[in-house]
């Protein structure tokens, strides 16, 4: 019988870098912003099932704004824009940026400079959203988790993007979608709504920004958070990264490949996250059908050498 070795640090228990925290109208607002869509989301079950308080149109626009703006994440935001894992022109630079911005995670250069932050000190005090930032017991990891899942976001004033992310702050287009991001918010709201209206008037308008709208938010948000503190805690480990990242594969389908974050975090500039045999990665698939047609170019696929250099080594 062998056993592994992994070669990360155990994670520091001072808190976070201490910033300026955002104001009470900031955070209440916040707040409002967590909390709707959550309740919303608790409420869908019940909805769907005992009333039957859905359609198929509903449904339709859910999960394709749902797909959008978490592949518009995945591929844009993350990928792209924060890893540099292919190269793309200005028009499908601007297309992910604002796909990326249907998700309503924020505007691009701050997410991209939070992004790259956490890269820099993953799982160390430094580190924005890290659920070990407290401490290893259960009492620590149950209040890190929180912190990393959402309640940084409340305690966290934002890092300096004119250090972490002077490229994108040099490329105007992404400059202007950033600011356009509240309208784009919008308009993710809206376009449901007027659709909903046409099909089935206002009831048909309210159950559309109730599922397109308020679900269909909380379900990407939770999503993406749960890749910050579920994969920071639990998963395997087959690769060698300097954190506590770790495999998910359960969450693949919703996850679009960002779920394999042992492997992210083991070589973050690769355009495929999901790299063993059954790991669905559909980011991947969809770089890959861009390159295929030329939209995207100069690629960073992980080699099998690569692969199998960053597997964790048994022990002799």
Not at 17 to 34: D, S, Y
Request: charged residues 15%; proline residues 6%; hydrophobic residues 45%.
């Amino acid at each position: 019988m062998t056993t592994t070795i992994e070669t990360r640090p155990e994670p520091s228990a001072a808190p976070v870098e201490p910033m300026n925290r955002p104001g009470w109208l900031a955070n209440t607002i916040l707040a409002v912003f967590v909390a709707v869509p959550l309740a919303a989301l608790i409420g869908a079950i019940p909805l769907a099932v005992i009333i039957g308080w859905v359609s198929i149109v509903d449904i339709i626009m859910m999960v394709a704004l749902y797909y959008i703006g978490v592949h518009g994440i995945t591929i844009g935001y993350h990928r792209l824009f924060t890893h540099n894992a292919f190269k793309a022109g200005p028009f499908m630079r601007s297309f992910l940026a604002v796909a990326g911005s249907v998700a309503v995670e924020g505007r691009v250069v701050d997410w991209v400079a939070d992004h790259r932050k956490h890269h820099q000190f993953s799982d160390q005090p430094r580190d924005p959203h890290s659920p070990w930032v407290y401490g290893t017991g259960v009492r620590h990891l149950i209040r890190g988790f929180l912190h990393a899942h959402v309640g940084w976001l409340f305690t966290y004033s934002g890092t300096d993007a004119s250090k972490y992310a002077p490229d994108l702050i040099a490329d105007r287009s992404l400059v202007r979608i950033s600011r356009l991001w509240p309208l784009i918010a919008v308009i993710t709201f809206a376009v449901p709504v007027i659709i909903g209206f046409a099909f089935d008037g206002w009831w048909g308008a309210l159950r559309a920004f109730f599922w397109a709208g308020l679900v269909r938010v909380a379900l990407v948000h939770h999503m993406t958070w749960s890749i910050n503190s579920i994969t920071h805690i639990f998963g395997k480990k087959p690769f060698a990264s300097r954190d506590k990242s770790g495999n998910i594969g359960w969450i693949a389908v919703v996850g679009c490949g960002e779920n394999y974050h042992n492997y992210h975090h083991a070589d973050p500039s690769s355009a495929r996250h999901g790299v063993l045999r059954g790991q669905l990665d559909s980011s991947a698939r969809i770089i890959r059908m861009l390159e295929g047609v030329g939209l995207v170019t100069d690629v960073k696929w992980p080699s099998k050498a690569r692969i199998d250099k960053l597997r964790v080594k048994p022990a002799n």
